[in-house]
């Protein structure tokens, strides 16, 4: 596979202080064309901010502190301006799609304005055009529709409006920040056999991010395990389902015995994870983890190859608790 995206070292700083607190990072990430990444983790790992830090939208106070980001431009690694990778390369997706849709705005101009805006064509092709958006993302009636404003939209159709502006925009990269949440099951599947779908028709590369264990592992070739602010463990996501290394995602997994019957949702651990400002030089799992030493309260595992061909942040990998 080729690669799309290449992010090595990020780090997320909360102010500027000459030792700042970094809620999320150092921490690498690729992504290949046509290759979904699902990354998973408690609330408050860092997933959402990690996606903003690739498009530079962080919250007021945060800062990208360290890093570079790469991404494919006609067969050379480039590292372009975050403004130029926004509405552009890289599209983002998130659990609000009305946050994305100007409510001032018919949905047929909203997508037409893009596509003028990145094809430079006419008014009147421009219409055509984001009707046929329209069409590819699976809205019924597009002629129609497109003269709807955002407010006359379910949620679910609003979300197929945002997935077709990162198209019209040519997007090759879809940021999805648990895209399905706000929608009930059924818009739910919907919506990822759309993302699925595209990802093959156009050789979409998605960064998807959820809660829900299932659902990453229906739809994620690999998967990041984060856990306060770090990956803990990586790898294709067949070989870490079938056998995960670290403590973390073992329990994690642990949680969710039957995976295919229950609702998929990640279970509570027991105990919580550390905030930022308190985050120790160890591993930072181990106020919680059942196999943890004073080596792991010392030093902080990196993350090593297992034989397996995933990479595990762990002194006690693959042993059982
Ligand atoms: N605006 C902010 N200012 C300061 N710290 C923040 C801010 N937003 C997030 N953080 C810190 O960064 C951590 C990671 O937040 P993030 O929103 O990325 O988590 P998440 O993994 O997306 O969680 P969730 O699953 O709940 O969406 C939080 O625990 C918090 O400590
Ligand atoms: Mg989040």
Redesign the pocket.
């Known amino acids: 596979m080729s690669g799309l995206l290449d992010i090595t070292n990020l780090r997320i700083d909360?102010g500027q202080a000459r030792t700042p607190v970094s809620?999320?990072g150092p921490l690498d990430l690729t992504l290949d064309v046509g290759e979904c990444l699902g990354i998973v983790?408690?609330?408050?790992?860092?997933?959402?901010?990690?996606l903003k830090a690739i498009l530079d939208v962080l919250?007021?106070?945060?800062v990208r502190g360290a890093g570079t980001l790469r991404v494919m431009e006609q067969g050379k690694w480039v590292e372009p301006a975050a403004k130029d990778l926004r509405g552009r390369k890289i599209g983002l997706i998130s659990q609000e799609p009305g946050a994305a849709l100007d409510p001032l705005m018919r949905v047929g101009d909203l997508i037409g304005e893009i596509v003028r805006l990145h094809s430079g064509c006419s008014r009147a092709e421009s219409k055509t055009r984001a009707i046929d958006l329209l069409r590819q993302v699976g809205v019924p009636d597009p002629e129609k529709r497109a003269t709807f404003w955002p407010h006359e939209l379910s949620g679910g159709l609003k979300q197929r409006i945002v997935i077709s502006m990162a198209l019209a925009c040519k997007s090759e990269i879809l940021l999805c920040?648990?895209p399905t949440t706000a929608l009930d099951v059924t818009i739910q599947a919907q919506i990822v056999d759309l993302l699925r779908d595209l990802q093959k028709q156009h050789g979409l590369g998605i960064i998807f991010?959820t809660?829900d264990l299932a659902l990453i592992r229906q739809i994620a070739d690999r998967i990041c395990i984060?856990y306060a602010?770090l990956i803990v463990e990586t790898g294709p996501s067949a070989e870490i389902f079938k056998a995960p290394q670290h403590p973390y995602t073992r329990a994690l997994l642990a949680a969710l015995p039957d995976i295919e019957a229950s609702s998929g949702n990640l279970q509570p651990i027991e105990g919580t994870p550390p905030?930022?400002t308190d985050f120790s030089v160890g591993c930072r799992f181990a106020a919680r983890c059942a196999l943890a030493t004073e080596a792991c309260r010392a030093a902080r595992p990196l993350l090593e190859k297992t034989e397996r061909g995933t990479m595990v942040a762990c002194f006690h990998a693959g042993v059982a608790p």
């Open positions: 909360l809620p999320v983790g408690e609330s408050g790992s860092g997933k959402s901010l990690t919250p007021e106070g945060l920040d648990e991010v809660h984060m602010g905030n930022p």
